[in-house]
């Protein structure tokens, strides 16, 4: 998995360039490429949430369209929309800007529910459908979407089904006072993305995402992702638990760290690294609980803590009795 390995560090060397102190942040921006996931971006205004997807977007040699959500927005804009020639007198379709292989969709809570809706067949089946005919979506394809969780006034949740397709959700947060000054450093003449080059093809990226598909999981593993998986749908705070495309999503993303690590094979601390990005947004929070204000983020990691790892269960499998 060495290959795998050297590309994800370039993609790591040149996004942190731009993205200052948040090498966990990008790290897991990268495993959502590798793995062929899609990414949304949360946290406050100005915390660098663009920057990332527009780093991302510009280290590897791939098509990138930028979409600002808003609310008359319509499902054509996204998805683009037949025209009439008058010179072939025939309808043309001009495609949108989601038909590209990296989509930045930036404030997507801000587009109503219906715009939203646009993007699951994009996210999920990789094509589109306009006037009954269908385009494929060229490879890689990947949405980096940035939402605002403070700022309610204006905007609309996303429906279950477009969060349950996005594979993580992340936040940055503010830097510290020693990354904030080597901020200031930098952007004292220009910004550093107007300099970022491009590291990584995108035939390297594929190449690099068919090679994670490699990577070994144990049978325990997969018992365990599973375990986490089922006991999301049986706490008493949750209204509705993970979905099986939870259970994949952190199938993949351990597979995907293994081998940013160099190992062809996954371990039980992958899964607990990954775990409350991966299943964290998909959870709806029953009344009772959201009242108490519960934490979907520490729900899981409260799961984490009472769902023994497999190599628990394998010594106690060998101990005598």
Do not use: W
Not at 173 to 194: F, K, N
Not at 201 to 226: F, M, N, P, T
Not at 231 to 242: C, E, I, N, S
């Amino acid at each position: 998995m060495q290959d795998v390995q050297a590309v994800a560090q370039r993609i790591l060397d040149n996004v942190q360039k731009v993205i200052v102190g948040k090498r966990e942040a990008v790290e897991l921006t990268i495993i959502a490429l590798l793995c062929e996931g899609h990414v949304l971006i949360e946290d406050v205004p100005g915390t660098g949430k663009t920057m990332l997807a527009k780093s991302v977007a510009r280290s590897l040699g791939c098509t990138f369209r930028r979409i600002q959500f808003t609310p008359d927005m319509l499902p054509s804009d996204i998805t683009g929309i037949s025209v009439y020639n008058q010179k072939t007198r025939e309808f043309e379709f001009r495609p949108g800007p989601v038909m590209a292989q990296i989509v930045l969709t930036d404030e997507i809570n801000r587009a109503t529910p219906k715009t939203q809706s646009a993007l699951l067949e994009a996210m999920e089946e990789r094509q589109i459908t306009v006037d009954g005919v269908t385009y494929p979506m060229e490879r890689p394809f990947l949405v980096l979407a940035t939402q605002n969780p403070i700022e309610y006034e204006g905007t609309f949740p996303l429906p279950e089904a477009q969060l349950d397709r996005f594979m993580m959700r992340i936040s940055l947060g503010y830097p510290s006072e020693a990354d904030e000054i080597t901020m200031l450093d930098r952007q004292q003449y220009s910004h550093p993305i107007t300099h970022l080059e491009q590291v990584v093809s995108a035939e390297e990226l594929l190449a690099a995402q068919q090679r994670v598909k490699d990577v070994y999981i144990d049978d325990l593993i997969k018992e365990y992702i599973i375990g986490l998986v089922k006991a999301t749908r049986k706490h008493p705070d949750v209204y509705l638990g993970a979905s099986p495309r939870g259970s994949i999503a952190l199938y993949k993303m351990g597979q995907a760290r293994a081998a940013m690590s160099g190992r062809d094979y996954v371990t039980p601390d992958d899964i607990k690294a990954l775990a409350v990005v991966a299943l964290a947004h998909r959870l709806i929070i029953s009344p009772s609980a959201r009242i108490k204000n519960v934490d979907p983020r520490a729900l899981i990691q409260e799961i984490l803590d009472s769902v023994p790892v497999p190599g628990a269960r394998a010594r106690a499998l060998k101990a005598p009795a």
